[in-house]
């Protein structure tokens, strides 16, 4: 078990995610906000906006002149896809190089969190457009809380195996039953301390548990979030130690509308984009670090 | 048992989607995290001959134009074109050991979610009507498995997280 304290110090020692990020966030859902508002924002983060003209001019969004302003870059590929590339290039600035109670590095995380992005926005955009545009965004942040839960599993990473081996719980149940929190509350926290929005923050917090989201958006949002989360568990863009001992909700999946067949015919159309995306923002889905058997 | 390939070892990557034969003996096909999804795994002993399928879908009826363009995303156009493929190089059906991996699930997936369980049927089915005997299966569970074929010898490795076992 773990104390408040313990993680409010964990959360406090983690880098700071980029300001300029945090501020565009912000506007996240303001439908008044321009290219020219983008720019401004982001103009003082020089190593930011280096990062998202690269993402912009990668071979993902084809080929074409390169642009060389962030006002450009919103011009060519639109809002949403600059909120998600800033967001990207921030995360991959303040992830650790490995996160040992999860048996993944940096790559697995950002292809796991890439991969829920692009998973989100389809499921969003089919099932509950309401929350198409920020699914994106949400969907790279879902998974925050394990920067901070990773360290604290790691410790206790012998009872974690015994407990995912002998009793199929889910991990998030383990992570409860040994620290007393979870990836979810702790993400909220991480969320709080950044300064990202409110949304962002309950998306992080109830992605595992949508039903608990305490407002209608961030309920759908959480529930979009879910069925993405659980696309990319089955369909290999995630790696970790839990494998497939996560729940999916039936009743979440049944509150977007989702018929028999539907989520097969989302895979099929996006499975393409999501590898790429993946390869896009940096993340590789490495094979699972062998067991050793004596 | 070692992990560890040897050094002459090729070792040739089987995307989600794809399938690949092969004749070269010094080969190891190899595909990563099958989550729900399926690998077929053929092997012609005699021939020294192993090929592998990394199937997603069960079924490609409502989506006809992606069969066309990656049929090995689908257990219906993904499986006979594999023993096609096998067929092509001198295979025969009766010869062929035909083993079969993943099919996994989350917990609490509801019945028509279950991808995985979809995917094992609508393969049962394929291999019941063209006669396909299957010699070994490690199906289903909470697994997320990576799966091997060495061509020369026939051997499958099949691993998760917590194990490894030859199948
Ligand atoms: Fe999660
Ligand atoms: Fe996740």
Redesign the interface.
């Known amino acids: 078990m773990i104390t408040a304290e313990e993680v409010a110090v964990e959360v406090d020692r983690l880098p700071v995610f980029p300001a300029s990020v945090a501020a565009l966030l912000k506007r996240l859902r303001d439908p008044e906000v321009t290219a020219r508002d983008v720019e401004a924002i982001l103009r003082p983060d020089a190593l930011l906006t280096a990062r998202v003209l690269k993402l912009a001019n990668s071979s993902y969004y084809g080929a074409g002149s390169p642009v060389a302003t962030v006002k450009d870059a919103v011009v060519r590929l639109g809002l949403q896809t600059l909120f998600g590339l800033a967001t990207s290039s921030g995360l991959a600035q303040v992830l650790p190089k490995r996160l040992a109670g999860y ?1 993944i590095d940096a790559q697995a995380f950002m292809g796991h969190s890439a991969a829920v992005a692009v998973f989100a926005e389809q499921v969003g955009r089919r099932y509950a457009p309401e929350v198409e545009k920020v699914a994106f965004t949400a969907g790279l942040l879902h998974d925050l809380g394990k920067l901070v839960i990773s360290a604290f599993l790691d410790r206790q990473s012998a009872a974690l ?1 015994v407990k ?2 002998s009793e ?1 719980m ?1 991990l998030l149940d383990v992570e409860r039953e040994l620290l007393g929190t979870d990836h979810g509350e702790v993400g909220a926290r991480i969320c709080e301390r950044w300064r990202l929005p409110q949304l962002i923050a309950r998306a992080a917090a109830f992605h595992h548990q949508p039903a608990l989201a305490p407002d209608a958006e961030s309920r759908r949002l959480c529930a979009v979030l879910h069925v993405a989360d ?1 696309l990319t ?4 863009f ?2 970790d ?1 839990g ?8 009743e979440v ?1 049944a509150s977007l509308g ?1 018929a ?2 539907g ?3 989302v ?3 996006s ?1 393409a984009q999501a ?1 790429a995306m993946v390869a896009m923002m940096g993340g590789e ?7 050793v ?1 004596a | 048992m070692s992990a560890q390939p040897a050094a002459t070892e090729k070792r040739q990557v089987v995307g989600i989607g794809e399938l690949c034969v092969s004749d070269q003996a010094d080969t190891v096909l190899i595909t990563y995290a099958l989550g729900s999804c399926v690998a077929v795994v053929v092997h012609d002993p005699k021939r020294r001959v192993g090929g592998l399928l990394h199937y997603m879908l069960p079924q490609s009826k409502a989506m006809p134009e992606k069969a066309v363009a990656q049929p090995g995303m689908f257990a219906d156009t993904g499986v006979p074109m594999l023993f096609h493929r096998l067929y092509a190089v001198g295979c025969h059906k009766r010869e062929l050991v035909v083993k079969v991996v993943g099919g996994g699930h989350l917990l609490g997936a509801a019945d028509a979610f279950d991808i995985g369980h979809r995917n094992l049927e609508v393969l049962d089915k394929v291999f019941a009507r063209s006669g396909v005997f299957v010699a070994a299966r490690d199906v289903g569970g909470a697994v997320s498995r990576t799966v091997e074929l060495n061509v020369g010898t026939g051997r499958v490795t099949v691993r998760s997280h917590r194990k490894e076992h030859v199948l």
């Open positions: 048996g195996r995912l081996e199929e889910a659980a568990h089955v369909f290999g995630s790696t130690v494998e497939l001992q996560r729940r999916l909700e039936p999946v989702i028999p067949g989520l097969e015919l895979v099929a159309e499975v590898q889905l490495p094979a699972p670090k062998l067991a058997v």
